[in-house]
């Protein structure tokens, strides 16, 4: 069982690697490629978040053709679609074919936790869901480090077309490793019907405990994603003033304290779980952490809030934990699709950050605000708005012993 749990891990693992590589990679290919195109901040942020949109707008299909037909065969066929993308910045002459790129990289990573979420799902004990997930997360990690200073490396030595190539050639490696390694069968789940007039989906949107288990997760992993992924390299570079070497070693600090995160919060929850406290009582008070964390960074001076962001990584990897929680709550037959529901409302969310906090910078200092100041007031914006959605989360632990068994729909 573990040598076949390792068949169906580490393939995955690798392109889990290459979507948060993807993901990340902007934060340090921002200056050259803005520079290289005459970028505003408002269309640096749209670019990025494009990601997140198209991301976002498959994710309810895709939870219906992983029930349906399996992760191996959506992920790998979606991870040439991400190699195409990729190859599109390479040869991109103007904004609209590096925002068609960047649309299609997020539509071709859109499985990359799903999948795998998936696969677990049918493989892993359900006790155990919680470590898996969470060591899967870390292999994003890993992918996140790699889009910082070793990044800014190649970046440095080749430009910014050399590193899209590069990243285009493993995308197409990781689809054919998943294609030919990952096992052929359980394809599809026994036990259980994937047809519904409304794909399955009306008992998921209309189920109080997704809402509970979701709504803060949705807030806090949506200024993660949102800001995490572009924005702080803006603000160490022209907030803090650090270089681009700088900028990018804090990035991947960033990515190592991610990958800590992941792996402490699997094993924390997988401890909990076995001492009968719920998955969602240890991601509300994670994510609870993580909000005042947010909030200090931005009312913090610079000098010490630089210190920060590596646990801001680190703590926002609790709502993650979600997913788990979420998959516990709903049959097996419809497990890709509850977390295909969460991911679709997440990187909504994250998308509307990331272009937002673009357009908010432009218009502020337009109005005469420093750079410093627009910064400070969007973080504590998204403090708020994630203190308001965990209060929903924290509803759940005054019933959190009763299981997720008996709110199952």
Same mark, same amino acid.
């Given at each position: 069982?573990?040598?076949?749990?390792?068949?169906?891990?580490?393939?995955?693992?690798?392109?889990?690697?290459?979507?948060?590589?993807?993901?990340?990679?902007?934060?340090?290919?921002?200056?050259?490629?803005?520079?290289?195109?005459?970028?505003?901040?408002?269309?640096?942020?749209?670019?990025?978040?494009?990601?997140?949109?198209?991301?976002?707008?498959?994710?309810?299909? +895709?939870?219906?053709?992983?029930?349906?037909?399996?992760?191996?065969?959506?992920?790998?066929?979606?991870?040439?679609?991400?190699?195409?993308?990729?190859?599109?910045?390479?040869?991109?002459?103007?904004?609209?074919?590096?925002?068609? %790129?960047?649309?299609?990289?997020?539509?071709?990573?859109?499985?990359?936790?799903?999948?795998?979420?998936?696969?677990? *799902?049918?493989?892993?004990?359900?006790?155990? $869901?919680?470590?898996?997930?969470?060591?899967?997360?870390?292999?994003?990690?890993?992918?996140?480090?790699?889009?910082?200073?070793?990044?800014?490396?190649?970046?440095?030595?080749?430009?910014?077309?050399?590193?899209?190539?590069?990243?285009?050639?493993?995308?197409?490696?990781?689809?054919?490793?998943?294609?030919? @390694?990952?096992?052929?069968?359980?394809?599809?789940?026994?036990?259980?019907?994937? @047809?519904?007039?409304?794909?399955?989906?009306?008992?998921?949107?209309? *189920?109080?405990?997704?809402?509970?288990?979701?709504?803060?997760?949705?807030?806090?992993?949506?200024?993660?994603?949102?800001?995490?992924?572009?924005?702080? %390299?803006?603000?160490?570079?022209?907030?803090?003033?650090?270089?681009?070497?700088?900028?990018?070693?804090?990035? *991947?600090?960033?990515?190592?304290?991610?990958?800590?995160?992941?792996?402490?919060?699997?094993?924390?929850?997988?401890?909990?779980?076995?001492?009968?406290?719920?998955?969602?009582?240890?991601?509300?008070?994670?994510?609870?952490?993580?909000?005042?964390?947010?909030?200090?960074?931005?009312?913090?001076?610079?000098?010490?809030?630089?210190?920060?962001?590596?646990?801001?990584?680190? +703590?926002?990897?609790?709502?993650? $934990?979600?997913?788990?929680?979420?998959? #516990?709550?709903?049959?097996?037959?419809?497990?890709?699709?509850?977390?295909?529901?969460?991911?679709? $409302?997440?990187?909504?969310?994250?998308?509307? #950050?990331?272009?937002?906090?673009?357009?908010?910078?432009?218009?502020?200092?337009?109005? %005469?605000?420093?750079?410093?100041?627009?910064?400070?007031? +969007?973080?504590?914006? @998204?403090?708020? $708005?994630?203190?308001?959605?965990?209060?929903?989360?924290?509803?759940?632990?005054?019933?959190?012993? #009763?299981?997720?068994?008996?709110?199952?729909?």
């Amino acid at each position: 069982m573990a040598r076949l749990i390792l068949r169906i891990f580490l393939p995955f693992a690798l392109g889990y690697f290459l979507s948060l590589a993807y993901r990340l990679v902007n934060a340090v290919a921002a200056r050259p490629l803005a520079e290289s195109f005459d970028l505003a901040a408002a269309e640096l942020g749209l670019l990025t978040a494009l990601y997140f949109l198209a991301f976002g707008a498959v994710q309810l299909p +895709l939870g219906t053709a992983l029930d349906r037909f399996g992760p191996r065969r959506i992920e790998a066929g979606l991870l040439v679609v991400a190699a195409v993308g990729a190859a599109l910045f390479v040869v991109a002459d103007g904004f609209v074919q590096l925002a068609i %790129g960047r649309a299609l990289i997020g539509l071709g990573v859109s499985a990359c936790l799903m999948a795998p979420f998936k696969a677990y *799902s049918l493989w892993v004990p359900r006790e155990r $869901l919680a470590l898996v997930n969470g060591l899967h997360l870390a292999s994003g990690g890993l992918g996140a480090f790699a889009a910082g200073a070793p990044s800014e490396l190649i970046l440095a030595a080749f430009g910014w077309r050399a590193l899209f190539a590069a990243l285009a050639v493993l995308t197409l490696a990781s689809a054919a490793l998943i294609w030919f @390694a990952v096992p052929r069968d359980h394809e599809a789940a026994a036990d259980g019907p994937v @047809a519904a007039p409304d794909g399955g989906y009306r008992v998921i949107f209309t *189920s109080r405990r997704f809402w509970q288990l979701g709504v803060g997760s949705i807030a806090c992993q949506g200024t993660f994603l949102g800001f995490g992924t572009l924005w702080v %390299g803006p603000w160490l570079r022209d907030v803090a003033g650090h270089g681009p070497p700088l900028a990018a070693a804090w990035l *991947s600090a960033m990515a190592v304290a991610m990958v800590a995160g992941y792996l402490a919060s699997g094993k924390i929850a997988d401890s909990a779980g076995r001492r009968g406290v719920p998955i969602a009582t240890v991601a509300a008070a994670g994510m609870t952490a993580f909000t005042v964390l947010v909030a200090l960074i931005a009312v913090l001076p610079v000098g010490p809030a630089v210190w920060l962001w590596p646990v801001f990584s680190f +703590l926002a990897t609790t709502g993650t $934990l979600s997913y788990a929680a979420t998959t #516990q709550a709903f049959p097996s037959h419809l497990a890709g699709r509850a977390n295909a529901a969460l991911n679709f $409302l997440v990187f909504a969310c994250a998308f509307l #950050q990331q272009w937002l906090t673009g357009v908010l910078i432009d218009e502020l200092m337009a109005l %005469g605000w420093e750079r410093v100041d627009a910064f400070r007031a +969007l973080l504590l914006a @998204a403090a708020l $708005l994630q203190a308001v959605a965990l209060a929903g989360a924290w509803g759940l632990t005054k019933t959190g012993r #009763q299981g997720a068994a008996a709110e199952r729909p």
